[in-house]
Every structure is written in structure tokens, then in C-alpha cells.
């Protein structure tokens, strides 16, 4: 499986528009090491030919315009080489670039029955994807339900995908409204057909679980949630805020942090995603940076190419 | 008025994701002689110290981190000085990137009512910015009415701002659902309180109109619709592809066009923006630029710092 990282931070990106913490502002002077990074997401294929893209960050426009494997094909007025988005959840930071992909393009949009409810119900500017019969074409991602992934006109690209619950919620814009349901957040286990080589994503683990373990484990390439280093990252900085668990994501240190997790059930090559401003991996000359690589864990970066 | 272009793009930007046209291409492979730009968008401020955005497009948070006037004070961990956006229109390339500004920030938004509930009613994914009591205070822009622009806790910026219905359309997801109301579209007039100094911004002009006359004449720096050269450029490219005037966009050149009426009522500086991919003024050493520089017409281009 071919994999391009798009993207590696949470939500906001790094740095973030309005923040101006030692991260986000050392990051503009210069002040750190560090490097800038764009909303998670990674594009998959087999042959370089054909990709689909594992979630649609809001910088969406600006990752494929940085990856040249996406560009459309030269005299292909309309040749994108994307033939379709795996969602896996309804997050902002993970679907707002969908309502970007709306230029006369059919795709295959690929997601569990509570992530498309959230989009395509009760949100009129959805219909900007509908603009011509066909334009969408979704695949009802059942947990547990290998699938063969396919370009609009039902050409096997030599990948197929399994979506399993993880721990997680509903995104933020659905609190309240809806009941929680396992389906509004999953991870991706994606194989190539003809070598069954595998990549597993998860860039959102809200705690330990043995389908966590199971999956750390089948992987020969799996990129983890790395969003938070520890539990109470954001109230250190801004008292009041949230811990990392009310928010769905499991902390990577501490004695029931995901890190031993990891270290203990993966037996293929692991990156971290996902990463908020406020994670200190962020910086390449942290000690928590050293005990990771120490721990034979790497930070996935923007614009990074791998083969699972 | 200080302005920044942060975009001066239609929507989806040059180039755009899925297009290899000759000028989308000739951009990426270096063939001809043009600038990148992003979804049409500025920032005007009096100080330098506080600013309004016009139009939030979807390139929203690269733009922000091109425009060192943009990035949030050190020490001031959520201290952008963006105070708020101004909406002319509920189209998508001028509104999405409101729900990219969605970290604990109290902003004003300004619209007329038409555009507020196209975004607000009716798409759940607005309860994004509805985090937290106030995050968002909307100011409703009565068309005629001249309104002092203001930070989210009350502070006058020393900009009034006056929205002018012109022609054009609701937004295409709204088609068929909603009946045409002239708020759906409007012009603005924004003037220096100090000095009267005054900045017309109408990116989207669906006609001619004695108000858009009016409004060419009335500022000392204008930018204007230059989304597309000639009525049938998108039709000559891709047959059955849509007519300028039915995109609500008024085309320049022709006996009709736009142009003439430009250079006979303009008394200001005059810059074109939201440029359709397909609009050989994009070229730098096209004949059409050549003319438009005749007229003592310029483009505007992503990164210009100007004075109204």
C-alpha cells in the first residue's frame, strides 16, 4: 500500500489561527524546531494511479496541490487521480474538505450509516455534492465488513477496507442531538489485495480496547492518535479546559497512557497523527520526542511517503 | 482603510483540485506566466492592530498564516486581532472557512438576514460556533444602512460599513429551495471614519445596475467582479457548461461587458478579483491583460498591502 501523509495535526492545524502558545508562536519566529502541519489526513493506492483520501481536512485545497500524485492528469480537463474520501468520523477537521471537492468530479464517499447521517441530514450546503445525478456515490461502511474500494465507475483499485469501533463520540456540532452510537467514530484497516500487506489508521482513540489491540497488532504500517501527550495538556495552559478523555482522545504518557499499548501490541511500523498544538512531540528536540523514538514510535510529517 | 488581499480567486481557487486545463496546468508545470491564488477574500483594518475580514473562503487558515498581520499577539494565547468577518454573499468559497475559525474566539459576523439563515438555519454543522454564550454576535447588515464595525466587545474599529444589494443569486445549494431575494447578494461600501477615505468591495456583480454605477463611482478604491473575461468562457471549453449570466457573474469584455462600464465610472483605483481559472487575464502576457492595463484597470493578487 502505497500511503502520502497529508496531513498530521488535530484540529486547528499547526499553528493555529488564534493561538499564540510557545508552540504556535515559536513556530512563526523560528523559535523552535519544529515544523508546520496540516489537519490529518493520508491518501492510499496501489499503483500511484489511482488514491483515496483517508478523511478531508479543511486544507484539503492546499494538500493536494502540495502532493503531486494528486493533480489531475494533463489534458484530463477533469482527471482527478481521487476517486474517493474514507471518512472515519463526522469531525470538522476530518469532512469539512468535502464540501471543497465540488467541481464536476463524481466520488465515492466511504463511511458508517452515523457519520453520513451527520453530514448529509440537517445540513442544507451538503447539497453543493449534489449538484449533478451521480455525483456522490456512498458506501455504507458496516463494522467488521471487509469491502473492496472502487473509482466511481466500479473499477477495483486493488484495495480493500474494514472499518472497526474504536472508542469515541459524536462530533462536537452533534452534541446533545443525537444518541451515542460506536459508529460515529472508527478505524480503518485497509489491505492490499494482492500482497495483503495492511495499513491501519486510527487517528481518534478515546481510550484502550481489545479491538485497539487487535488492530495494533495487524498492522504492518498503523498510524495512531497522537493528538494529546498527556491527560490534562490543555488545562495546564488554559485553566478550565477539557481533559484529553472528554474530548475521546487517549493520552499517549502516564501509567494508563497508550504509549505502553502501543509499544507492547504493534508489531509493524507505527507514526503518530493527529497531533494538537500543545502536544510536545511536536518539537523535534523535546525529551518526550527522544523517549518516543527511544520506544521505536515515530511523529508522522506533512508531505511524508511510505509503503505499508 | 488598510487592505491585504488574502485571496483573489473564484471558487475553488487557481488552480483548482480537479482541473487540467491549459491554464491550471501550464500553472503547476511552469508553462506560463501566472501567480497561485487562493478563494477571494481581504482583511482591512484603520491601526494595523484590528482587523475584518471580508469573506471567510475555505483557504481561510493558509491565508491567515500568509499574513503576518493576521497572526495572534505572543503572550495572548487567544488573542487574534480579527475581530470579525463580513459576509457578501452565503456562497461557499466566501463562507466555509467560517468553520475554520472555531477555537474559543469571540467574533462578529455581519451579514444580511438572507445570508445569515442560509448558513444558520438549517445546517447543524453551525453549532460548531456555538460553543460557548457569545461566541458568535451577529450584526444584521440592513441594505442602506451605514453601520460602524465593531470588536466583539463593543470597541469601534473606526470603519462604518454600508451593504448594497446588486445583482446576483442565492447561493447553488440553496437553488430550488429558497425564492430570489436581493439580500442574497450584496456590494460593500466601507469607510474610514477619520478621513472619509472609503473602500467598495463587489467580487460578485451579476449585472448591470444603477447602484453598482453609483457604487464604482462612490469609492477611492474598488474592487470589482473579474470572475470571467467573456460571457461563453466555461461553455467553450466544456460544452454545456453554463453561461456567465447564468452563474450570476457579468462578464468583462464584449459590448455588454463590464469593462466599459468600469472605465467610464470609476474615479478611484480599480482592482479585479474573484477570477475564475478559466479567465485568460490570469496570464500575465495575455492579450486580455494587456487591454485591461490599457484601461488603467489592474488585477488584484494574492499578498497585496494597499491604501484605500
Sequence with gaps: ??????????????????????????????????????????????????????????????????????????????????????????????????????????????????????????????????????????????????????TPDGTDIGLSIEAICVPGKAPQYLEGLVAPDPEHNVALLIREARSDRSLVYMPGVGGDAPEVRRLLAAGDLVFFDGTFWSEDELSVLTPGARLAHEMAHWPLAGENGSLEVIRANCRGRCLLTHL?????????????????????????????????
Aim: proline content about 5%; glycine content about 8%.
Design 1 to 150: 500500500v502505497r500511503v502520502q501523509v497529508l496531513g498530521s495535526a488535530a484540529g486547528g492545524g499547526f499553528p493555529q489561527w488564534n493561538c499564540a502558545c510557545s508552540g504556535c508562536d515559536g513556530l512563526r519566529s523560528g523559535a523552535i524546531i519544529a515544523a508546520a502541519r496540516t489537519q490529518d489526513s493520508l491518501a492510499v493506492s496501489v499503483d500511484g494511479q489511482v488514491w483515496y483520501l483517508l478523511n478531508a481536512s479543511p486544507d484539503i485545497r492546499y494538500q493536494i496541490e502540495s502532493c503531486r500524485h494528486l493533480h489531475p492528469r494533463p489534458g484530463a480537463a477533469r482527471g482527478s487521480p481521487i476517486a474517493g474520501v474514507v471518512l472515519t468520523n463526522a469531525d470538522l477537521d476530518h469532512c469539512l474538505g468535502l464540501f471543497s471537492l465540488r467541481e464536476a468530479q463524481p466520488l465515492v464517499i466511504c463511511a458508517t450509516s452515523a457519520v453520513k447521517k451527520a453530514l448529509v441530514e440537517h445540513n442544507v450546503i451538503y447539497r453543493t455534492l449534489e449538484r449533478f445525478p451521480g455525483q456522490i456515490h456512498w458506501v455504507e461502511l458496516e463494522p467488521g465488513r471487509r469491502v473492496a474500494l472502487r
Design 276 to 308: 494538537n498544538n500543545t502536544n510536545p512531540l511536536l518539537r523535534a528536540d523535546s525529551d518526550q520526542r527522544k523517549a518516543l523514538l527511544r520506544a521505536g514510535i515515530s511523529v508522522a510529517h506533512d508531505g511524508m511517503e511510505l509503503l505499508a
